[in-house]
């Protein structure tokens, strides 16, 4: 049990000082009034810097689905070029050719660093080794560990996802995702589709 303790105390001093990475979806909005049916195939389109980053999104996110039992399509398979996305005849065509019921559109609003001073903090830890008396053992049984205070500096990386239904032509989901210091643009986009699909549960759309 001590060892164990001792474990814990360590642990959420490394999280302490080096910061957690974590996803959270900061602002949504649904239609309430929908009564379609539930979303069975989406195409999944990742506006993106990068084609790289916007294939590894799209088939991510289709992965995603897939394990939700809901079918996805990845964008590039229909529209190659990311120039293409400025064209609204060119993803008109790729929506028909898709038989898709909805649209993911996946937007990377920014990537910002912002300074935060961490202030200075004390955690108790078990002292081991002690073979003293009971009662001088019950004020020496743990010892303060202090950590200075310093500044360091986050990553935020904002997502907006949009899902539209194709015939009608609707709105019907949006949402904006802040992931904190992700360690990858990987970990960003499994959290981020984990996130959505169960907002869209939660709003009856899957």
Known sequence: MTKSLSLLFFILSFLTLSGCSSTKLVQSWSETSFEGQPLKQILVIGIMRGDQQRRIYEDTFVRHLKDAGISG????????????????????????????????IATLVSVKEKERHVPPSVYYEPMYGY???????????????????????DTVVKLETTIFTLSPEKM????????FNPPSPQKIIEENA????????ASNLL
């Not at 996305?85 to 898709?100: C, L």
């Not at 984990?194 to 549960?201: E, N, P, R, V």
């Open 172 to 179: 019907i989901w949006a949402g904006t995702t802040e992931s």
């Open 131 to 153: 073979r003293r008396g009971f009662y001088d053992y019950y004020g020496m049984s743990h010892r303060a560990v202090y950590s200075p205070g310093y500044t360091t500096v």
């Open 73 to 104: 399509i990845a964008g590039y398979t229909l529209i190659l070029d990311t120039e293409d996305y400025n064209d609204r005849a060119i993803i008109r065509d790729a929506v028909q050719k898709s038989g898709a019921d909805s649209a993911l």
């Open 194 to 201: 984990d996130i959505i699909i169960k907002s869209m549960k």
